[in-house]
């Protein structure tokens, strides 16, 4: 079964992950998560905030990050489209730095 790209919907994140994902530009599409929650600042000082459609169980995928400040994936290209590099997690237990579509904010 294909995985879904960067800002699709999801409920579960073995359903994102799209290896040839048209979305992550320069960034590295995997391992991708099911954002169904996220810091809304790069410091991540305050709470974590609900995907926008997390009261259906429905989340949007989000690839791997590595600055929150700079907003920047893998090589230091920039999250793609307007995603924001965020700390985030599923509703089981991943978690990390992952570009946040702006679809969840």
């Known amino acids: 079964m294909p995985r879904q790209a960067l800002r699709e919907t999801c409920g579960a994140s073995n359903e994102c992950g799209d290896t040839l994902d048209p979305n992550a530009g320069a960034c ?23 995907c926008r459609a997390v009261s259906t169980a429905i989340g949007r995928c989000g690839i791997p990050c590595t600055d929150t400040d700079q907003n920047t994936c893998s090589g230091g290209d920039l999250c793609p489209g307007t995603s924001l590099c965020r700390a985030a997690k599923d509703d089981v237990s991943i978690s990390g730095k992952y570009c946040v579509p702006s679809a969840c904010r």
């Open 28 to 50: 590295v599409p995997v391992p991708a998560i099911c954002v169904k929650e996220f810091r809304p600042d790069a410091a991540s000082l305050q709470d974590f905030r609900a």
